[in-house]
């Protein structure tokens, strides 16, 4: 009986070996409370540190402005007498906007083509009567001057009667109308119409620190300059386009000189008196040492970053270039393919140890799946 017995001893003592072994490989794996020397490693995330181009830009902060903008004003008195569009419509140059009562202006012009005839004759009579000086030089001469002033009336009663037909001058989109079909409407009235707003393309004005002028004229001459809109914030995607202006004074109270550069807008995504954050892109760097902005701390001595050294977290100090988006651009301290923490936990410190968490997830794995064949082996 103890013979029969022996082997199924053995068989439990060797499964209870190997789980003993796999829990002490996980547990050795589980990131420790303190992370001291000695302790259990700290499990951290981290990112290699990677070449690729990178812009080099200049960020600001600017407001939407329309390339064109009309205020739509009477140059008639009279009554409104229709409003063919809605308030916010899009509107096409051309497009018909308002009708004032061409009665009075449509009388003027007749009286005025019934003149200039009458007139026309008076000077045709005159003229042989002149010629056999039955009449002085003077009365034919003040009779064709007379034609002369029926022929101006004419025209500005003609331009009269076509200023009572309001039509789009420019291509955009309406704002609020100011008076309604039924109202008066004289030249003198205080509001426009309607204000008409181009939206594409459309201007974004903002301003730089005049330290940066040397530099933006250097890249402008090279090449024109790409502009990019974000939200305020810096978030999202709001277009593209070209500087188109640099104003050629700089503003002594703030120091800052004025740009601004044209969008097309095809989306009309940007609206007239928007603020929008402004990236400033004057070149492109083809070959760039980045690592997650994350990564970077600060200390006494500027900034650094933790690496895994030998199993162990230790410090190196790094110079930031600059930040574009979520990345920083090294400019020395690191080199390629080096594994930065690219999330630094509160309580990793130098020389604690550490283990990244891919590592960590891929040995925690590999433990627990010779553990379980282990035990399938031997059932």
Same mark, same amino acid.
């Given at each position: 009986?103890?013979?029969?017995l022996?082997?199924?001893? $053995?068989? !439990?003592?060797?499964?209870? %070996?190997?789980?003993?072994? /796999?829990?002490?490989? #996980?547990?050795?794996? @589980?990131?420790? =409370?303190?992370?001291?020397?000695?302790?259990?490693?700290?499990?951290?995330?981290?990112?290699?540190?990677?070449?690729?181009?990178?812009?080099?830009?200049?960020?600001?902060?600017?407001?939407?402005?329309?390339?064109?903008?009309?205020?739509?004003?009477?140059?008639?008195?009279?009554?409104?007498?229709?409003?063919?569009?809605?308030?916010?419509?899009?509107?096409?140059?051309?497009?018909?906007?308002?009708?004032?009562d061409?009665?009075?202006?449509?009388?003027?012009?007749?009286?005025?083509?019934?003149?200039?005839?009458?007139?026309?004759?008076?000077v045709?009579?005159?003229?042989?009567?002149?010629?056999?000086?039955?009449?002085?030089?003077?009365?034919?001469?003040?009779?064709? $001057?007379? !034609?002369?002033?029926?022929? %101006?009336?004419?025209e500005? /009663?003609?331009?009269? #009667?076509?200023?009572? @037909?309001?039509r =789009?001058?420019?291509?955009?989109?309406t704002?609020?109308?100011?008076?309604?079909?039924?109202?008066?409407?004289?030249?003198?009235?205080?509001?426009?119409?309607?204000?008409?707003?181009?939206?594409?393309?459309?201007?974004?004005?903002?301003?730089?620190?005049?330290?940066?002028?040397?530099?933006?004229?250097?890249?402008?001459?090279?090449?024109?300059?790409?502009?990019?809109?974000?939200?305020?914030?810096?978030?999202?995607?709001?277009?593209?386009g070209?500087?188109?202006?640099v104003?050629?004074?700089?503003?002594?109270?703030?120091?800052?000189?004025?740009?601004k550069?044209?969008?097309?807008?095809?989306?009309?995504?940007?609206?007239?008196?928007?603020?929008?954050?402004?990236v400033?892109?004057?070149t492109?760097?083809? %070959?760039?040492?980045?690592?997650?902005?994350?990564?970077?701390?600060?200390?006494?001595?500027?900034?650094?970053?933790?690496?895994?050294?030998?199993?162990?977290?230790?410090?190196?100090?790094?110079?930031?270039?600059?930040?574009?988006?979520?990345?920083?651009?090294?400019?020395?301290?690191l080199?390629?393919?080096?594994?930065?923490?690219?999330?630094?936990?509160?309580?990793?410190?130098?020389?604690?140890n550490?283990?990244a968490?891919?590592a960590?997830?891929?040995?925690?794995?590999?433990?627990?799946k010779?553990?379980?064949?282990?035990?399938?082996?031997?059932?």
């Amino acid at each position: 009986m103890m013979r029969k017995l022996v082997p199924f001893i $053995a068989i !439990v003592a060797s499964l209870a %070996a190997l789980g003993g072994l /796999a829990q002490w490989r #996980l547990d050795a794996l @589980d990131p420790p =409370a303190h992370g001291g020397r000695g302790d259990k490693p700290l499990a951290v995330d981290t990112a290699s540190v990677t070449v690729q181009p990178m812009p080099v830009s200049l960020q600001a902060v600017g407001q939407v402005e329309p390339e064109h903008t009309v205020q739509i004003r009477p140059q008639v008195s009279g009554q409104l007498r229709g409003v063919y569009f809605s308030e916010g419509d899009e509107v096409r140059k051309g497009q018909k906007l308002f009708l004032i009562d061409p009665s009075q202006y449509q009388t003027a012009l007749t009286a005025a083509k019934a003149q200039l005839v009458y007139d026309e004759d008076q000077v045709k009579r005159l003229a042989p009567l002149a010629g056999k000086e039955y009449v002085t030089s003077q009365e034919y001469e003040t009779a064709k $001057a007379t !034609v002369d002033q029926d022929r %101006a009336k004419l025209e500005q /009663a003609e331009i009269n #009667l076509a200023y009572t @037909d309001i039509r =789009a001058p420019i291509s955009g989109r309406t704002g609020s109308v100011s008076a309604k079909a039924g109202n008066l409407v004289a030249p003198t009235d205080a509001a426009p119409l309607v204000v008409i707003n181009q939206m594409r393309p459309i201007l974004v004005q903002y301003s730089l620190p005049q330290q940066r002028l040397d530099q933006l004229r250097d890249y402008q001459a090279q090449h024109s300059i790409r502009i990019f809109i974000t939200r305020e914030d810096g978030s999202g995607d709001l277009g593209a386009g070209d500087l188109v202006f640099v104003d050629n004074t700089v503003n002594t109270d703030t120091g800052t000189i004025m740009l601004k550069a044209r969008i097309p807008n095809d989306r009309e995504q940007l609206w007239p008196g928007q603020y929008v954050g402004v990236v400033t892109q004057l070149t492109m760097q083809p %070959a760039a040492l980045t690592v997650p902005q994350t990564a970077i701390q600060t200390g006494q001595n500027g900034n650094f970053v933790y690496l895994i050294e030998h199993g162990q977290a230790v410090t190196r100090d790094v110079k930031v270039n600059r930040q574009v988006g979520d990345l920083a651009v090294i400019s020395s301290g690191l080199s390629q393919g080096e594994q930065v923490v690219s999330h630094v936990p509160p309580n990793l410190r130098p020389g604690i140890n550490v283990v990244a968490i891919a590592a960590a997830k891929q040995e925690r794995s590999t433990t627990a799946k010779t553990a379980q064949n282990g035990q399938t082996v031997l059932r």
